[in-house]
């Protein structure tokens, strides 16, 4: 059994910062690579920023430069430092592996957390 519990969301002005935290159960999640997902309202569900088992980060083009993944194993937790936030980073946030299905051949996510910039 899976579960993924994210957190941290919450509204903030354009150019403030806000940190995302996602809480894995088990240890299966230690050999994928993890990824923070975004869904802006109307948009499909878009992948930002991924971290590979080993710590390294890539991001999308959107984010680059303000966004900063990070992963604690020992832990089981995923972590997203947003800082320069824009309007367009409006969203819900999801933690999830890259690769889809996740463990176990599952399409399980969790319920996300909302983050809102505006002024």
């Known amino acids: 059994q899976v579960q993924i519990v994210e957190s941290g969301g919450g509204w903030v002005q354009p150019g403030g910062s806000l940190r995302l935290s996602c809480e894995l159960s088990g240890s299966v999640f230690k050999v994928y690579a993890m990824g923070w997902y975004r869904q802006a309202p109307g948009k499909q569900r878009e992948l930002v920023a991924a971290i590979t088992s080993g710590g390294t980060a890539n991001y999308a083009d959107s984010v680059e430069g303000r966004f900063t993944v990070s992963r604690d194993n020992a832990k089981n937790t995923v972590g997203l430092q947003m800082n320069s936030l824009k309007p367009e980073d409006t969203g819900v946030y999801y933690c999830?592996?890259?690769?889809?299905?996740?463990?176990?051949?599952?399409?399980?996510w969790g319920k996300g957390t909302l983050v809102t910039v505006s002024s």
């Open positions: 999830n592996t890259v690769q889809r299905p996740g463990p176990y051949g599952l399409d399980y």
